[in-house]
């Protein structure tokens, strides 16, 4: 699947003008476009903004594991050393994480698929209105 691929798009317009003088007119008109999500790939490695979502070039696929249990995880703490997060709990956060997400629970025991999910369908829609002088 390529990077940039759209498989799915819907458009549509509207508009209508209303004259009421001959130098005046309204014109008002509705555009909306619809689009499938775009394709990326969970990934790991690099910096904040790239590690497990993006698809940044040459960043490793992620590889999910058939079963998170022997995963290695130390507690998270603040700066004063408070455990805000232990291994237990980052643990299952991982294993909902990737129960929930269709694409990294069909790759249990693989890499993910480069470009293998997508984001949600996006719609954008653009109102105008306009009047119109002309003078003779």
Avoid: W
């Avoid at 070039?57 to 805000?84: C, K, R």
């Amino acid at each position: 699947m390529a990077k940039c691929e759209v498989s799915h798009r819907i458009q549509a317009k509207m508009a209508y003008r209303q004259e009421f003088t001959d130098n005046i007119a309204s014109n008002l008109s509705l555009y909306y476009s619809g689009t499938s999500g775009r394709p990326f790939s969970y990934t790991i490695g690099g910096g904040a903004n790239e590690d497990m979502v993006g698809d940044q070039g040459g960043a490793p696929l992620f590889y999910v594991p058939e079963d998170v249990s022997n995963l290695a995880f130390d507690p998270i703490t603040d700066q004063d050393g408070n455990v805000l997060r232990t291994p237990e709990e980052q643990r299952a956060d991982l294993r909902r994480f990737i129960n929930n997400t269709e694409s990294l629970s069909d790759s249990r025991g693989d890499y993910v698929t480069r470009n293998g999910d997508r984001t949600p369908f996006e719609g954008v829609v653009d109102l105008q209105f306009s009047v119109d002088f002309s003078g003779e």
